[in-house]
Every structure is written in structure tokens, then in C-alpha cells.
């Protein structure tokens, strides 16, 4: 590896990261600067200069300058360097995955499937010569041919989540390369050694001076690929709020914006449901990542008898979880949240819970590790549909258990949520699952499945407030988004000396 990735993966406290410009690792001049730690110790690992507006401006201005030499190589080979970059991907899959766990907490199981979701985006664009491909009809009109073909966008930018430190920017930087367009990743300033060591591997697949690049930094950076002129696309996955502000900033000053927010996921249990099985996937869904995911299901609508059974269910599954730091090799099915604060902010709402009424069944902060960010999985029963725990965003190992008599009322607390992500039912009843799919209130369904998060070849179709724009990431809208279309219309006229150069066709 090279010496930028080794800085990456180091593990003492002084070390700084840089910022990728130009196939280039520069040290920031910023006097501003934030700690990355390895949230299973608490420890400091690296210390991250923010760069700083006129930093970003100049990263932008070398991506842009790199566009339209790649903007014209053949998209066989653009694919080529996917194809390159993907080999490297599975060569280094070990060292990507420890860096997740490292920087994230995530376990190590948790870290390789989220690598491995993100490779299968790269695979995906390696297809990008059939996925690219326009439309003709001849003779549209007497005479006249119409084709629609595609172009780059120009300069894009990908603000990402610490919550999945390779899958989400791997989400959005191969397609927008393959497409022809040149990209700045600016990755959560929480998790930035996983975007370096991506950013060196495509490097080293061959990737042309500017065409990648990755900034780091807080609001002033993001503000900066927002606002200048030259970045055409921003992608963003993040909370709510924020993912509000990147569209209307984004768009307000002419980009094109795919904005996914975060979400409030509903697990229905139907009364026919296998329990054991439906135990299990909320088990993963709920605590699963330690909560730390927009597809987490953190409402659970116990339909009819099965309330008591399921509650008692969660909460022995949820204390038997072994909980513990994901780097030291001991094998724990839980790991940390990202930070001390984020941690108690999580652990507040079982008291805001309580405060309401709600029972909280098992409370994850008895007998949670000392050392790092860690809080137990979290049980709270008899929940009511109005409780704050119920309608926001906790973002934690929190699950909460609301009691409905009907399917038809389950249906109609997730009706009133504001969020639209995800959501799943447990059941044996065919009738029962396509009422589900038909009239939930979310864009990505799960039938008997825990966590229904599309692969690769489809779109990650958030609804209302968890998703800002028009064409979502992954599959085919996200070659859209990265796209603009030409339409030409074509009509060629008969002359003279067309005779000269083809007399047969000439004959009568």
C-alpha cells in the first residue's frame, strides 16, 4: 500500500489526514480541525483540519478542469477502471472492513456486509456501457430520425453519513464516474479514513489526475459544493434536517440534488406470524449497526394477541446480546455508537419514554461497557403512536412496541409519520402482505424480512421526508441523475451529387 494509505490506517493520536486534489494528498493550512476516534475505546486516532472555503474551491476548480478530457474517453473505458478499481476493492477487503470497525464501531461481520454492499454498486457500474446506451426511432416523421443520448453532468459532489463509511460513498462516486462526470467525496468528518483508503485505491486502479477527489471538513466545505457555480450534482445521505438544507441550498442555486433523510421504520407482526423468525429479524433490524442505520426498524406494531408474547420475546433476545468493543477480536453481536454525545442523547429518550408513560422493558444502560460509547439494545413497551419515541428519529439500539388491534390500525400509524423509508410485515397470510405493500406509507417494503434495503440494481426509494429530489440513488435513476439527455432530430435532403458517388441507387 501506499504511504497515504498506511497514514490512513495508522494508530497513533498525532497523526493528520489529508485531502485528495489532483491524484495529490495535500496537508490543509485550515486552523480549524476535529478528532476521529475509535469509538469502542473513546480514544482519539487522527486528527482531521477541516479545509477551509477557499481549499474546497480550489479542489473544485482541478475537478472541473479534469472534466472534459474524462468527460470524452470512451465509456468501455471508464468501465475498464471500474472493473480495476472493484479488483482492488476484494483485495483489500480485509484492511477496508478493519478500517470501518476502527473508525465506526461497527462489528466486524456489520462492517464486511456494508464493504460488500458497496462493491456491488461498482459491479453494477461496470455495466455501464449497456446502461448508458440512448434511444433512436427512425422516421419519426417523413424522412427524419430522433435519438436521445446521454452526457455527463459535470462536477459532482457526495456529502456522506458516518453511519457507513464505505457503502454510502460507493453508493454514489462509481456510477457518477462511469457516467463521465468527475466527482469530491466529503465524508463525514467522524469517519474519514475509510473515504482515504477508497480514495487511494482508485488510484491505484488508474484513476486520471482530478477526476476523484476527496475534501474534508464541517458546514464550511459543504457550503462551499453547494453554493459554487461549477458543481453541477449533489448526492447526500444523512438526517432529515440537514438533508432539507442540502436540497434547498443545492437547488437554490441550480444543482441538481438527491437528498435521502432519515426515518422512522414500522414493523408490523401479524397474530399468524412465526415468532421465533420475526424475533430474530427485528432483533437484527432494531440493534443491528447499533441502531445507526435509516433503514433500522424502531417501531414495532404488535397486532391482536401477539403483543405480550413478542415483548417478552425482544427483551430476552436483547439482554442476551453480547456488547463490547468490535476491534479487540472478542466476538460481540454489538458494537458502540459513533460518540459520547450521540450515546447519551439516545440513552435520554428511555427517560423521555417513561416521562410519557411508555414502559421501558429493558434499559440498555444497565450494565453497558465503561470504556468507549456503548449502550445496551433497548426495549420500551406500550408505546402510544403520539410519544415522542414513536414519531422521531432515535437513530440508536431503541425499539419501541406499539399495540395495535388491526392490521388496518397498524397501517394507519404509519400513515401519520412524516418519514416514508422503510417498512415490513411478518406474516403467513398472502391477503395480509399485498395490503401491506399496496397502502404502507414507505417506498421500500419487506415481506418476512427485517432490513428491506434494495441491492445494487435498484433504487433506494425513500418517501417525504426521508428523501429530497426526484431520481433516488442506486439502479438506473442513480445513471439518470448522473446523466443529462440530448435529443437531436435529423433530416437529410437529397442532392445532385449524391448521384456521383452512387449511380445504382440513382437508377429508376
Known sequence: MTTAVADSRASADTETLKYLSGNTWHTSGSARSGKVFNPSTGKSIASLPFCTADETSKVIETAAAALPAWGETPVVERARLMFRFRELLLKHFDNLSATVTREHGKTLVEAKAGVQRGIEVVEFACGAPTLLMGEILPQIARGVDAETVRHPVGVCAGITPF?????????????????????????????????????????????????????????????????HPLVRAVSFVGSTS????????????????????GAKNHIIIMPDADLDQAVSALQASAFGCAGERCMAGSVALAVGEIGDPLSEALVKAGEKMIVGATD?????????????????????????????????ALDGRKDAPKDGFFLRPSVIDHVQPGMRVAREEI????????????????IHVGKNSPYGNGASIFTQSGYAAREFKRHF???????????????????????NQSFFGDLHIQGREGIQFYTQQKTSMTRWFEHAGDAAHDPVWRQK
Request: net charge negative; glycine share 12%.
Open 163 to 227: 453511519n457507513f463509511p464505505a457503502m454510502v460513498p460507493l453508493w454514489m462516486f462509481p456510477l457518477a464516474l462511469v457516467c463521465g462526470n468527475t466527482f469530491i467525496l466529503k465524508p463525514s468528518e467522524k469517519v474519514p479514513m475509510t473515504a482515504n483508503l477508497l480514495g487511494e485505491l482508485l488510484l491505484e486502479a488508474g484513476c486520471p489526475a482530478g477526476v476523484f477527489n476527496v475534501v474534508h471538513g464541517d458546514k464550511e466545505a459543504v457550503d462551499t459544493l453547494l453554493t
Open 242 to 261: 440537514i438533508a432539507k438544507y442540502i436540497y434547498e441550498t443545492g437547488t437554490r442555486h441550480g444543482k441538481r440534488v438527491q437528498a435521502a433523510g
Open 395 to 410: 437513530f440508536g439500539p431503541v425499539l419501541s412496541v406499539i399495540r395495535s388491534r388491526t392490521m388496518e390500525e397498524a
Open 328 to 360: 479487540s477480536g472478542a466476538k460481540v453481536d454489538m458494537g458502540p455508537v459513533i460518540s459520547a454525545e450521540h450515546r447519551d442523547r439516545v440513552a435520554g429518550y428511555l427517560d423521555v419514554a417513561a416521562g410519557e408513560g411508555a414502559s421501558v
Open 441 to 463: 406509507n414507505a417506498g421500500m417494503i419487506g415481506v418476512n424480512i427485517g432490513v428491506p434495503a434494495p441491492m445494487a440494481w435498484f433504487p433506494f426509494t425513500g418517501w
